[in-house]
């Protein structure tokens, strides 16, 4: 019973990932940024559409209310020699490289994995995303307790 809920919770974050790489578009010249685009550090909150798409996303100083904020970045293909996983692979990979981000109780860790499009030209780069769980929002940063 155990096995099948984590199972059910792994298929239901894999589908957020999804849905939040199918529609990331890039503009670097404002503070509106792809997810992917990134670093660790960035606040932003996430608001996904009705279909669970996002977009761009609004990054903001981490003092400020929010309720994301990336806490690692890895490369699945930094030498871009690899051919692109199918999708089990492909998430399977992008969680692993999230699974060592120590917890903090107020979120969820979400591996936003790299579309075909990004597997070369951006060494298949895994954002890791911390979310607050539920509708709240924090101000702080990841692993900090709320000034």
Do not use: K
Not at 29 to 58: H, K, Q, R, Y
Not at 118 to 130: D, F, L, N
């Amino acid at each position: 019973m155990r096995v099948a809920r984590w199972i059910l919770v792994g298929a239901v974050l894999g589908g957020v990932a999804i849905a939040i790489i199918a529609m990331v578009v890039a503009l670097a010249s404002n503070p509106t940024s792809d997810i992917t685009d990134l670093e660790v550090g960035d606040c932003f909150d996430l608001d996904p559409e009705a279909d669970g798409s996002v977009g761009l996303v609004d990054v903001v100083d981490c003092d400020e209310s929010h309720n994301a904020e990336v806490v690692a970045v890895d490369e699945l293909n930094p030498d871009g020699d690899q051919p692109y996983p199918d999708d089990d692979a492909l998430f399977a990979l992008a969680e692993a490289r999230c699974a060592d981000v120590p917890p903090d109780p107020r979120f969820g860790v979400l591996a936003v994995a790299p579309t075909l499009a990004t597997w070369e030209a951006r060494a298949g780069r895994v954002v890791c995303v911390a979310l607050v769980y539920g509708d709240e929002e924090v101000t702080g940063r990841y692993g900090t307790p709320d000034a």
